[in-house]
Structure formats: C-alpha cells, structure tokens
C-alpha cells in the first residue's frame, strides 16, 4: 500500500516568502505529526494531529508557522515570511492512532531558504 | 528537561559482530512505548522495534533486540551480525500514553560497520 508521501521533495525559497509544504499520510491513520530535522541533528517536534482534537501545536517555533489538517487526511505545514534559519527537512509522520503506535515517515521536504 | 538520553553520538562495530547501542528515557507516566528508528544517509526513517512499558519481555525483530530494564528506565538496542548496510543514525524515541501527546526522540548515534 502506499506510503506516506510529501511535496515537494525540495524547495528553495528567498527569505520573506511564504512556503507550503504538503503531507498525504497513510489512509486509516488517524495520528500525523510534523517534525524538522536540521543538518546532522535530531528530529524536533513540531505539531501533533489526532483525529478531531484540537492539535498540539506545542512544538511550532514562533508564529511564523502554522498547520492544517483538512478532513483527517492531508496536512499542510505553512511557514511565513521565511528565515535562513528555516532551512531544515521537514518530516511528515502518520501513526495508526496515537503516540503508543509506531509512525511511519514520509521522505521530507528538503527547504532551503536563500 | 532531556526525556530521551543517547550517550554515544557515534559507535563502531566491526562486520559480522554484535553492538548496543544506548537509551536512556525519563517520564512518569505509567503507561508508554519506546521505538527505535534507523535513519540511513538517505534520509528515511525506517521504524525498527517497539517495546510496551507493560511487556514482559523483551522485543526482538530479526536482527535487532531491545534490553528493556524498566527499573533502570533503560531500551538498549542491539543488533546481531551487523552488517554493512546498517551504518546509519539510531534514534531512540517515547510515547507517552496518558500524559503526553507527542513523541520525543533522542539525539541519536551514528553507527558505522567496518568491513
């Protein structure tokens, strides 16, 4: 069955602009999450989706970024007036339900802010 | 505060042997899973082995093992007869169940098999 998928695979954007990036998770999970991973760092949480609750959006770094998720499926993470310091990929997971389940990862969008 | 320790930014392990590769986690939830991921330079996240707070034993899939010491709250991760192909960064990662939403994962260890 297909994967969780994201577009695009790159972006380079110039800094101030607003960039959107897209995420299909798998169908059937109800749990997705946005994460951004630095060159050769960790994974830093960013936002959380679980069904109808209301997001956990306490990872989102300032008020530049926000995130949607349309109808309990795609989600769209949106970055505003974009900053070098944006530059990072952007994961994308889904999970069956919730934390206690594994997540599956899409490839990422790799965002390059000039 | 650190909720997912990994102590060893990088390892090496010769072909064919086995390695740990070191979790150490913090919550006070009860009830809470623990995962390993592999990340190979290609950039995906592939999901190893999960580990129950309340399993009995420990999780094992094919070549890779977790030393789950709850007392300690430890999830070792090892690998059997590495192999070169398993060069690549492991992320330790937890879910809590009752007080946490999110997942945290772990600075994670680069891991690299010498032939």
């Known amino acids: 069955g297909a994967g969780v998928s994201q577009s695009p695979s790159n972006k380079v954007t110039e800094k101030g602009k607003d960039v959107e990036l897209r995420c299909d998770p798998i169908s059937g999970h109800t749990a997705l999450y946005w994460y951004r991973q630095s060159l050769g760092q960790g994974l830093e949480f960013l936002i959380y989706f679980q069904g109808n609750s209301a997001p956990d959006k306490s990872g989102l770094p300032s008020d530049r970024f926000s995130a949607e998720r349309t109808g309990g499926s795609v989600s769209t993470l949106t970055i505003q007036r974009t900053q070098q310091e944006d530059s990072a990929v952007y994961l994308c997971a889904s999970s069956f339900r919730d934390s206690s389940y594994e997540q599956y990862f899409g490839p990422g969008t790799r965002l390059t802010v000039t | 505060a650190q909720k997912i320790t990994q102590t060893q930014p990088g390892m090496f392990v010769q072909e064919k042997e086995a390695v740990t590769l070191d979790c150490t986690y913090d919550?006070?939830?009860?009830?809470?899973?623990l995962f390993w991921y592999k990340q190979p330079s290609s950039g995906e996240m592939i999901f190893l082995i999960y580990?129950?707070?309340?399993?009995?034993q420990n999780a094992t899939e094919g070549r890779y093992s977790l030393n789950f010491q709850k007392a300690r709250k430890s999830a070792n991760l090892v690998i059997s007869a590495s192999q070169l192909g398993d060069s690549a960064m492991y992320f330790c990662a937890m879910g809590e169940h009752n007080y946490g939403q999110n997942f945290v994962f772990g600075p994670g260890t680069r891991l690299s098999v010498l032939p």
């Open positions: 580990q129950g707070s309340y399993d009995q």
């Open positions: 919550t006070s939830d009860p009830s809470y899973g």
